[in-house]
């Protein structure tokens, strides 16, 4: 079982650059979401997409733009990368946004901005 | 501003012993808390949670406490094994009027058990 699978899982860009982090769920799981992690921060989420058709900011989406494609993909794009956005980038996805949901994690896309 | 957070970034305990890790919060409105573990290049992966009509859930060696009135709690592993060396989360969620499920996640505590 795939879960939930990120790509690339390593990146390194130039300031300025643009770049589009894929994301993809095989749990039929309606919600989805971006976080980043940095050190003694935690993790922090970026954008999230409750059901199809739908996205909406989190705690820290400047920067940052968002795509439900359909219920399987979401994906987050840097139009134009700064290094404070190097970090960890996590995709999650659960049933519903409601209630007690556990979010299932993928691995991790490591980012780095020069 | 930190709503969730936790203020021990490492803890190391021996094979066998008990680890605490701890966790205090500040928004009275979170009403659901969730543990997640993560080891290193991979994602977190849920853990334990608890209600917050409840006090105490345990599962397996894995027991979380919740002292609402201290907006405090804590995640007990007993006995500690070496596969338990990993980062943990602490996270908590609000199903007030939001209503979005949007977890808020502490900094992590990287737990080191020892052979």
């Known amino acids: 079982n795939a879960g939930v699978t990120q790509t690339p899982k390593f990146q390194v860009l130039k300031t300025g650059q643009s770049m589009t982090l894929q994301c993809a769920q095989d749990m039929n799981h309606n919600s989805m979401y971006w976080y980043r992690q940095d050190p003694g921060m935690g993790l922090r989420l970026i954008y999230y997409s409750a059901s199809e058709g739908t996205t909406d900011k989190g705690e820290v989406p400047n920067g940052y733009n968002v795509s439900r494609l359909n219920k399987r993909e979401f994906s987050l794009r840097l139009e134009s990368a700064a290094p404070s956005q190097t970090s960890v980038y996590f995709c999650a996805s659960s049933f519903t946004t409601l209630g007690a949901n556990v979010l299932t994690f993928g691995a991790g896309s490591r980012l780095t901005v020069l | 501003d930190q709503q969730v957070k936790q203020n021990s970034p490492s803890l190391s305990v021996q094979e066998g012993r008990i680890s605490i890790l701890n966790c205090d919060y500040t928004n009275s409105m979170f009403d659901y808390f969730l543990w997640y573990k993560k080891y290193p290049a991979e994602g977190p992966t849920f853990l334990i949670s608890i209600s917050s009509i409840k006090d105490k859930n345990e599962d397996g060696r894995f027991t979380v406490f919740l002292n609402k009135s201290a907006k405090h709690l804590s995640l007990h592993i007993v006995p500690s094994q070496p596969g338990d060396s990993a980062v943990y989360f602490c996270?908590?969620?609000?199903?007030?009027?939001?209503?979005?499920?949007?977890?808020?996640f502490g900094q992590g505590t990287t737990l080191q058990v020892k052979p």
């Open positions: 996270a908590a969620i609000s199903h007030g009027s939001s209503n979005t499920g949007k977890l808020i």
